[in-house]
């Protein structure tokens, strides 16, 4: 039983981990354009950095 | 990945944002496209194309942008590239409601991580047996670590909605929820604090995180339904061509235009404003205000109204009205006065909530005080026996119960091109036992049809189609339309052309002059062919008598089976058109309606509404002019086509899209059979409580029962209404 002392913190960390992870994805507005994010993987590299420049 | 940017990275950052809605986006190549070309510009230093809402938000350079100068700019631009742009018209209340999503959201992450934590804890619990009663109270106050305060936060939508109802003295479904919230926690605290087996932690929060999803996809359909209603009027003209004194033509939005000002109206598009004609001549559309189907032919001092179509040459316009005394002002005068006499309805979700939340709370006091004086158990124990029942009673089935049955049904309806716009609108539709149609637009196309094909020479009709071809005046149009149906040639001739705004076309082939256009234009005497039915055409040749051509508005392909299927399903299906009576009866006539209205103006249109409402119908009204917005908002409930006026898609609770009146009865089945759905799953959350209630009351409830209740239940109601996908949609 002593394990749960740290395996507890442990579990509740990596919780929180995952929440603010979608916390940011949320804010970093990811969710916004959910359709158009999956063809923008297939641009070319250098396309991709003229167009962002 | 520097490219994942959106466009509110950027947003934040304070720097003027503009909008643009971007339409003929079918490709994923179109990002790169739009993109890469906006990017080159040097007035602009960000863009970003959101394919899913067909916006593109642009960042402009520079601390001081010319903001209208480089709007122009990007539309350009797009055209080039071949989009059509139109710069966004933003809508204060969808950012609000964007805002609010976003909340929902952040609320369902904090209820989702709190409940798996929980749960990792509870289950431990709920097994290990052999627990040592030390670990048990460490899980239970972990579990309280996390479930305060995420309740507090995750739970903020219900409460505010509680309070807010219980401000107004009624309940809503929201008090019940927030009653069982707040009570199971504060007893899972009371038990831990005396080191008791029974926390509820987990209910708690496994609740609010089962209706934060049903409210967050309900919040996103609705808010998808409006932006698509709402990018649908952004496709609208925005500015006028204003002429100046000294001659010169420069561009003004509409909203800044002033009385006096001259405004010029090219043929094809829409007239902006209210006013007077100064100089041109032109056929003008009235339908959308009038219901009036042929062309007016109006000159020098004619008046005009805002919303109808110029048809051929171009007008200028001097604005006459621009407040309180507009044809618009007039029927959104009449609009509000309907509006005030519509009953306010009360949503089922409300009308359950108020038997459900005080037999609830009745019965909880009911178990508190049997408790209290048959047994010896004391006031503490009697309590928490209460807030049990007030527990496993399941708000969560009953709060499901609506909105996830209304979620399902509009995105099929979304899926059918049918947008919902009312939030009440599909219990509303449901209830309907009158449909009342208007004629323009909604029964017909607006768009004009050959009615005597059949009694002109295919030659003639191919001479005038030739010279129609290069026109783009609707009646030209329908010309080639009629030749396509009957396989006849339609080759532009190759002699030179000459067009006559407002008259008609003329041509010489052959050495013969031949003459397409209005009575005047080909010289006919008024005495000949007298016609008051019909819009017109002559086709003359010379030497030989003028040919004919007349024109009605089209009905829509299924507009007889429509009507037909209502009329069958045992409803009153009346016309109310603004159109002449001899061209409403004879569409009344051809479509089997025998109750009918022509000639009526907004005002007959409502007094025809409000007599059938005093007699106790319910009525559903479909049309799309100006003339039926005050039409729409006295009905019981509203549908307009994509095509309407502003004013009306502003009025109507449903919006279809397609070319078919079949929208129509689909709306109708899917509402029908979401009010049966709701109706089951009423009866599902009944059922269980009779079965849970007393097992509660006795005192057997234990956390283990309390979660699997809480979630076979809304599993059970969510499964239900996913059965509205297998219903069968009638297609004409």
């Given at each position: 039983?002593?394990?749960?002392?740290?395996?507890?913190?442990?579990?509740?960390?990596?919780?929180?981990?995952?929440?603010?992870?979608?916390?940011?994805?949320?804010?970093?507005?990811?969710?916004?354009?959910?359709?158009?994010?999956?063809?923008?993987?297939?641009?070319?590299?250098?396309?991709?950095?003229?167009?962002?420049? | 990945?520097?490219?994942v940017?959106?466009?509110?990275?950027?947003?934040?950052?304070g720097?003027?944002?503009?909008?643009?809605?971007?339409?003929?986006?079918?490709?994923?190549?179109?990002i790169?496209?739009?993109?890469?070309?906006?990017?080159?510009?040097?007035?602009?230093?960000?863009?970003?194309l959101?394919?899913?809402?067909?916006?593109?938000?642009?960042?402009w350079?520079?601390?001081?942008?010319?903001?209208?100068?480089?709007?122009?700019?990007?539309?350009?631009?797009?055209?080039?590239?071949?989009?059509?742009?139109?710069?966004?018209?933003?809508?204060p209340?969808?950012?609000?409601?964007?805002?609010?999503?976003?909340?929902?959201?952040?609320?369902?992450?904090?209820a989702?991580?709190?409940?798996?934590?929980?749960?990792?804890?509870?289950?431990?619990?709920?097994?290990?047996?052999?627990?040592?009663?030390?670990?048990?109270g460490?899980?239970?106050?972990?579990?309280?670590?996390?479930?305060?305060?995420?309740?507090?936060?995750?739970?903020?939508p219900?409460?505010?909605?509680?309070?807010?109802?219980?401000?107004?003295?009624?309940?809503?479904?929201?008090?019940?929820?927030?009653?069982?919230?707040?009570?199971s926690?504060?007893?899972?605290?009371?038990?831990?604090?005396?080191?008791?087996?029974?926390?509820?932690?987990?209910?708690?929060?496994?609740?609010l995180f089962?209706?934060?999803?049903?409210?967050?996809l309900?919040?996103?359909?609705?808010?998808?339904?409006?932006?698509?209603?709402?990018?649908?009027?952004?496709?609208?003209?925005?500015?006028?061509?204003?002429?100046?004194?000294?001659?010169?033509?420069?561009?003004?939005?509409?909203?800044?235009?002033n009385?006096?000002?001259?405004?010029?109206?090219?043929?094809?598009?829409?007239?902006?404003?209210?006013?007077?004609?100064?100089?041109?001549?032109?056929?003008?559309?009235?339908?959308?205000?009038?219901?009036?189907?042929?062309?007016?032919?109006?000159?020098?001092?004619?008046?005009?109204?805002?919303?109808?179509?110029?048809?051929?040459?171009?007008?200028?316009?001097?604005?006459?009205?621009?407040?309180?005394?507009?044809?618009?002002?007039?029927i959104?005068?009449?609009m509000?006065?309907?509006?005030?006499?519509?009953?306010?309805?009360?949503?089922?979700?409300?009308?359950?909530?108020?038997?459900?939340?005080?037999?609830?709370?009745?019965?909880?006091?009911?178990?508190?005080?049997?408790?209290?004086?048959?047994?010896?158990?004391?006031?503490?124990?009697?309590?928490?026996?209460?807030?049990?029942?007030l527990?496993?009673?399941?708000?969560?089935?009953?709060?499901?119960?609506?909105?996830?049955?209304?979620?399902?049904?509009?995105?099929?309806?979304?899926?059918?091109?049918?947008?919902?716009?009312?939030?009440?609108?599909?219990?509303?539709?449901?209830?309907?036992?009158?449909?009342?149609?208007?004629?323009?637009?909604?029964?017909?196309?607006?768009?004009?049809?050959?009615?005597?094909?059949?009694?002109?020479?295919?030659?003639?009709?191919?001479?005038?189609?030739?010279?129609?071809?290069?026109?783009?005046?609707?009646?030209?149009?329908?010309?080639?339309?009629?030749?396509?149906?009957?396989?006849?040639?339609?080759?532009?001739?190759?002699?030179?052309?000459?067009?006559?705004?407002?008259?008609?076309?003329?041509?010489?082939?052959?050495?013969?002059?031949?003459?397409?256009?209005?009575?005047?234009?080909?010289?006919?005497?008024?005495?000949?062919?007298?016609?008051?039915?019909?819009?017109?055409?002559?086709?003359?040749?010379?030497?030989?008598?003028?040919?004919?051509?007349?024109?009605?508005?089209?009905?829509?392909?299924?507009?007889?089976?429509?009507?037909?299927?209502?009329?069958?399903?045992?409803?009153?299906?009346?016309?109310?058109?603004?159109?002449?009576?001899?061209?409403?009866?004879?569409?009344?006539?051809?479509?089997?309606?025998?109750?009918y209205?022509?000639?009526?103006?907004?005002?007959?249109?409502?007094?025809?509404?409000?007599?059938?409402?005093?007699?106790?119908?319910?009525?559903l009204?479909?049309?799309?002019?100006?003339?039926?917005?005050?039409?729409?908002?006295a009905s019981?409930?509203?549908?307009?086509?994509?095509?309407?006026?502003?004013?009306?898609?502003?009025?109507?609770?449903f919006?279809?899209?397609?070319?078919e009146?079949?929208?129509?009865?689909?709306?109708?089945?899917?509402?029908?059979?979401?009010?049966?759905?709701?109706?089951?799953?009423?009866?599902?959350?009944?059922?269980?409580?009779?079965?849970?209630?007393?097992?509660?009351?006795?005192?057997?409830?234990?956390?283990?029962?309390?979660?699997?209740?809480?979630?076979?239940?809304?599993?059970?109601v969510?499964?239900?209404?996913?059965?509205?996908?297998?219903?069968?949609?009638?297609?004409?």
């Amino acid at each position: 039983m002593e394990g749960l002392i740290f395996l507890i913190p442990i579990a509740l960390f990596l919780g929180l981990l995952g929440l603010g992870a979608f916390l940011w994805s949320m804010r970093s507005g990811q969710y916004d354009d959910l359709e158009g994010a999956s063809y923008r993987a297939l641009f070319e590299e250098d396309e991709i950095k003229k167009s962002d420049k | 990945m520097a490219v994942v940017k959106s466009q509110d990275s950027f947003d934040r950052k304070g720097t003027p944002l503009e909008h643009f809605l971007v339409e003929g986006l079918h490709c994923p190549s179109c990002i790169r496209e739009i993109e890469g070309a906006l990017q080159k510009n040097p007035i602009i230093k960000n863009v970003r194309l959101n394919l899913t809402t067909q916006r593109l938000a642009v960042e402009w350079s520079g601390d001081s942008p010319d903001v209208a100068a480089n709007s122009d700019e990007v539309i350009k631009t797009l055209k080039d590239i071949g989009f059509n742009g139109y710069l966004f018209k933003d809508d204060p209340s969808a950012a609000e409601g964007d805002k609010e999503g976003r909340w929902l959201l952040i609320c369902m992450g904090i209820a989702g991580f709190a409940m798996m934590n929980i749960m990792l804890l509870s289950v431990s619990d709920w097994a290990g047996t052999d627990m040592g009663d030390q670990t048990r109270g460490f899980f239970h106050w972990i579990s309280a670590l996390i479930a305060l305060p995420a309740s507090a936060v995750a739970g903020t939508p219900f409460f505010k909605s509680a309070y807010g109802s219980l401000k107004a003295r009624s309940l809503n479904m929201d008090v019940p929820i927030s009653l069982a919230v707040i009570l199971s926690l504060l007893m899972s605290v009371m038990q831990t604090l005396n080191g008791g087996a029974d926390t509820y932690y987990d209910a708690a929060v496994m609740l609010l995180f089962f209706l934060l999803i049903g409210r967050f996809l309900d919040r996103k359909m609705r808010n998808h339904a409006r932006s698509t209603a709402h990018n649908l009027m952004s496709y609208r003209p925005s500015s006028a061509i204003i002429v100046t004194e000294n001659g010169d033509t420069t561009n003004c939005a509409i909203e800044l235009l002033n009385t006096e000002m001259v405004v010029r109206v090219a043929p094809g598009e829409r007239i902006p404003v209210d006013g007077v004609i100064v100089s041109g001549t032109s056929e003008v559309d009235n339908s959308l205000v009038t219901g009036e189907t042929i062309p007016v032919k109006s000159t020098l001092g004619d008046k005009v109204f805002a919303g109808t179509m110029n048809v051929n040459g171009a007008l200028d316009i001097r604005v006459t009205a621009l407040s309180g005394k507009t044809l618009l002002d007039e029927i959104i005068g009449l609009m509000e006065t309907a509006e005030q006499g519509r009953a306010k309805y009360v949503r089922l979700a409300d009308k359950a909530a108020q038997i459900y939340a005080p037999a609830v709370h009745l019965l909880a006091l009911a178990t508190f005080l049997g408790w209290i004086i048959f047994s010896t158990v004391g006031w503490e124990q009697s309590l928490i026996t209460a807030i049990a029942v007030l527990i496993i009673t399941c708000p969560c089935a009953l709060g499901l119960a609506v909105p996830v049955v209304q979620i399902v049904a509009s995105s099929r309806l979304f899926k059918n091109g049918i947008l919902v716009k009312a939030p009440d609108g599909l219990e509303r539709l449901a209830e309907i036992d009158t449909v009342a149609f208007d004629k323009t637009g909604t029964l017909t196309l607006g768009q004009p049809e050959i009615a005597n094909a059949d009694d002109i020479a295919p030659a003639d009709l191919e001479l005038a189609a030739s010279l129609a071809k290069t026109s783009t005046h609707p009646l030209c149009r329908a010309l080639i339309v009629a030749s396509h149906e009957r396989d006849i040639p339609t080759i532009a001739t190759t002699s030179p052309l000459h067009e006559e705004p407002g008259m008609g076309l003329k041509a010489t082939i052959d050495g013969k002059e031949i003459r397409l256009g209005n009575r005047d234009w080909c010289h006919v005497p008024m005495n000949i062919q007298k016609n008051t039915r019909y819009s017109e055409l002559w086709l003359k040749v010379e030497g030989r008598d003028a040919v004919f051509l007349a024109f009605q508005d089209r009905l829509r392909k299924d507009a007889a089976e429509v009507v037909a299927w209502f009329q069958n399903k045992g409803f009153d299906v009346l016309l109310l058109s603004g159109d002449r009576p001899d061209v409403v009866s004879e569409v009344a006539e051809k479509l089997g309606i025998s109750d009918y209205l022509g000639a009526a103006k907004p005002q007959d249109k409502i007094d025809r509404l409000e007599k059938l409402k005093a007699e106790g119908k319910k009525i559903l009204m479909v049309g799309d002019g100006m003339n039926d917005a005050p039409a729409l908002s006295a009905s019981y409930v509203s549908i307009s086509p994509s095509t309407a006026s502003e004013i009306s898609q502003n009025a109507a609770d449903f919006i279809f899209q397609s070319q078919e009146l079949d929208s129509i009865v689909r709306a109708y089945q899917v509402s029908k059979m979401s009010r049966k759905l709701v109706f089951t799953n009423f009866a599902l959350a009944a059922i269980y409580n009779v079965i849970a209630v007393p097992f509660a009351a006795a005192g057997f409830l234990t956390p283990l029962i309390a979660a699997i209740a809480m979630s076979s239940s809304s599993i059970l109601v969510t499964t239900n209404a996913l059965r509205l996908n297998l219903v069968k949609l009638w297609k004409a």
